[in-house]
Every structure is written in structure tokens, then in C-alpha cells.
């Protein structure tokens, strides 16, 4: 008996040591939690620093692999990618093409009441708010990076791209009135150079299809979306970026209508003001369509 007893617990004690290091089953709390954050991540003015529940949240992905996990999988069920997951960004999370949270271009330029040419005017306006933003590569990779832009300087910004991109074409022949009907931003950089840049009703409010007025609503849709912060009234408005908008930009920085416009030769800015330089290489330049960020086309 006492030979039985003894295999006995020399079997047992490594199961019991097995059962011990087993990961602790999921529990509908846990997923009730994790689901719980992914919702924090989706509220992109809530600061973690300022609620205790997501900050406690935040903590328990870092430190919990098992939860990390279980929230990567909720986010990914519903249809968005975690970007990052730090004390200073929160759980950012963008959304997939094909989430059901994903915004597009068309409709948000249909909330503006703009017909097809606008809605690239509005692409071309975000696009330029990305690349003045974050004008170099190391911007993008700095996490202590603040960017810095103003609604005049986005337009004098594109007006400039608009300049340069109208003297190659007019150097290499090419025509430079905008075709009716033409598709992408290629001939959005025209209409918006023969667009009004502020324009003005009877008591002075700026014209919502004005150029100043595109960015405006660019702006303002990257405010509400916690991609920028207002902070002062000049020059039509200046805004800084956050960590979420550095992570967007980050994300979306190798579509080719960001490195086009970048390739016109952007140089460091830190007021929000333009700048431009003459590019180092002479070739032509394709906008793509619908390269408004943050939108899926």
C-alpha cells in the first residue's frame, strides 16, 4: 500500500504542479472588461490620465498578456486596429476598410453639402493638414513630436502646391484647366487655386465653400475626432496634433498622395505657417483620388 501511496503522489504532484501554471479560464467579466476598453478607445477626447477606469483598464492590457489579447480580439471583431496602447494615446484603434465604424470620404464630404468636385477639395485639405503636420519622417517617429497648423496656413500650404504643380505641367506642356468631370485630386489642386480663399456673406461669416472654409471643416471633424486641439484663434484658428493623430498619420504616411505632396518639397515648420521649397526632382506628379485622411476611399 505504502509503494501504491507513493507512486501515487509522484504522479500526481507534477499534474497538480501542471493545473497550477494553467492559464485561468476566460470569463464572461473578462470579456465584459476588455470589450470595456476597446469602447474607452473608441472615445478619442477621453483621456486616460482623467478616468481611473480606463487608466486601471490600460494597466491590466499591459501587464496582462491573456487580456491583451482578449482585447486585440474584441477590436478586431469589430472591424478596427489597434494602433497603440501607452498612457499617453490610450487604446488607439483606427477602423478597418470594412468596419462598420470605418468613415469615408463620400460621406463625409456629402455632410458638407458638396458636390463631386468638393469632395476632393476636402481630401486635398486633410491631405495637406497630415503632411504639414508631420513634414518629415522623423516627426512621425518622435512620440514627443507636436505638430502644429493653422486653417490659413494649411490654404497658403496647398496654394503653394498648387503654384508648383501648375508651372511643371505649363513646363512640360500640359493642359492646366481642370476637365469637367475629371476624377482625382490631380485636378482638385486646380479648382482650389481658382477657388475663393475665404469669400464672405453680407456679415463677414467665411463661405463654407471657400478654400479656408474646406479646412475649417477639416479641422474641425479632426478636432471632434481627437486628432487635434484647438488653442487660439489666430490665422483662422491654430490647433496642435495628438498622440492619436501622430499614430493615424504614422499609419496612412506611405499612400501616395502623402509622399507626392511631401516630394514638392515641405521643410520643417512649427507655427502652422507654409513653406515650401522648390523639389529636387522634376517629375510629374499623379494625386491619387479619395487620399483624404483619415478616410477610407
Given at each position: 500500500?505504502?509503494?501504491?501511496?507513493?507512486?501515487?503522489?509522484?504522479?500526481?504532484?507534477?499534474?497538480?504542479?501542471?493545473?497550477?501554471?494553467?492559464?485561468?479560464?476566460?470569463?464572461?467579466?473578462?470579456?465584459?472588461?476588455?470589450?470595456?476598453?476597446?469602447?474607452?478607445?473608441l472615445q478619442p477626447?477621453?483621456?486616460?490620465?482623467?478616468?481611473?477606469?480606463?487608466?486601471?483598464?490600460?494597466?491590466?492590457?499591459?501587464?496582462?498578456?491573456?487580456?491583451?489579447?482578449?482585447?486585440?480580439?474584441?477590436?478586431?471583431?469589430?472591424?478596427?486596429?489597434?494602433?497603440?496602447?501607452?498612457?499617453?494615446?490610450?487604446?488607439?484603434?483606427?477602423?478597418?476598410?470594412?468596419?462598420?465604424?470605418?468613415?469615408?470620404?463620400?460621406?463625409?464630404?456629402?455632410?458638407?453639402?458638396?458636390?463631386?468636385?468638393?469632395?476632393?477639395?476636402?481630401?486635398?485639405?486633410?491631405?495637406?493638414?497630415?503632411?504639414?503636420?508631420?513634414?518629415?519622417?522623423?516627426?512621425?517617429?518622435?512620440?514627443?513630436?507636436?505638430?502644429?497648423?493653422?486653417?490659413?496656413?494649411?490654404?497658403?500650404?496647398?496654394?503653394?502646391?498648387?503654384?508648383?504643380?501648375?508651372?511643371?505641367?505649363?513646363?512640360?506642356?500640359?493642359?492646366t484647366d481642370p476637365?469637367?468631370?475629371?476624377?482625382?485630386?490631380?485636378?482638385?489642386?486646380?479648382?482650389?487655386?481658382?477657388?475663393?480663399?475665404?469669400?464672405?456673406?453680407?456679415?463677414?461669416?467665411?463661405?463654407?465653400?471657400?478654400?479656408?472654409?474646406?479646412?475649417?471643416?477639416?479641422?474641425?471633424?479632426?478636432?471632434?475626432?481627437?486628432?487635434?486641439?484647438?488653442?487660439?484663434?489666430?490665422?483662422?484658428?491654430?490647433?496642435?496634433?495628438?498622440?492619436?493623430?501622430?499614430?493615424?498619420?504614422?499609419?496612412?504616411?506611405?499612400?501616395?498622395?502623402?509622399?507626392?505632396?511631401?516630394?514638392?518639397?515641405?521643410?520643417?515648420?512649427?507655427?502652422?505657417?507654409?513653406?515650401?521649397?522648390?523639389?529636387?526632382?522634376?517629375?510629374?506628379?499623379?494625386?491619387?483620388?479619395?487620399?483624404?485622411?483619415?478616410?477610407?476611399?
Amino acid at each position: 500500500m505504502s509503494d501504491h501511496h507513493a507512486d501515487t503522489a509522484a504522479w500526481s504532484e507534477p499534474e497538480d504542479r501542471q493545473q497550477a501554471a494553467a492559464p485561468a479560464p476566460v470569463t464572461p467579466a473578462d470579456t465584459a472588461d476588455a470589450a470595456r476598453l476597446v469602447a474607452f478607445g473608441l472615445q478619442p477626447k477621453l483621456q486616460p490620465a482623467r478616468d481611473q477606469e480606463y487608466a486601471e483598464l490600460l494597466r491590466r492590457y499591459r501587464e496582462d498578456p491573456a487580456f491583451a489579447r482578449l482585447a486585440d480580439a474584441v477590436a478586431t471583431g469589430l472591424g478596427l486596429v489597434v494602433l497603440e496602447v501607452s498612457p499617453r494615446a490610450g487604446m488607439a484603434v483606427t477602423a478597418a476598410e470594412d468596419s462598420v465604424f470605418a468613415v469615408r470620404m463620400s460621406d463625409y464630404a456629402r455632410r458638407t453639402a458638396a458636390d463631386s468636385t468638393d469632395r476632393f477639395l476636402h481630401g486635398l485639405a486633410h491631405l495637406a493638414v497630415a503632411a504639414l503636420a508631420f513634414p518629415r519622417p522623423e516627426d512621425l517617429v518622435d512620440d514627443g513630436y507636436i505638430g502644429r497648423v493653422t486653417v490659413n496656413g494649411v490654404d497658403a500650404f496647398v496654394r503653394q502646391a498648387c503654384r508648383r504643380l501648375e508651372e511643371r505641367a505649363a513646363e512640360q506642356g500640359e493642359n492646366t484647366d481642370p476637365a469637367s468631370g475629371e476624377p482625382g485630386l490631380e485636378a482638385a489642386w486646380r479648382t482650389w487655386a481658382r477657388r475663393s480663399s475665404t469669400g464672405a456673406t453680407k456679415d463677414a461669416r467665411r463661405l463654407a465653400g471657400s478654400t479656408t472654409g474646406i479646412v475649417a471643416k477639416a479641422v474641425a471633424f479632426l478636432t471632434d475626432s481627437g486628432f487635434l486641439q484647438r488653442t487660439g484663434d489666430d490665422a483662422g484658428g491654430t490647433f496642435r496634433t495628438t498622440a492619436r493623430y501622430q499614430l493615424q498619420v504614422r499609419d496612412l504616411a506611405g499612400g501616395a498622395a502623402m509622399a507626392e505632396l511631401l516630394d514638392l518639397g515641405v521643410v520643417p515648420v512649427t507655427d502652422g505657417t507654409a513653406t515650401l521649397l522648390p523639389a529636387d526632382q522634376a517629375d510629374d506628379l499623379e494625386l491619387v483620388a479619395d487620399a483624404g485622411l483619415p478616410f477610407h476611399s
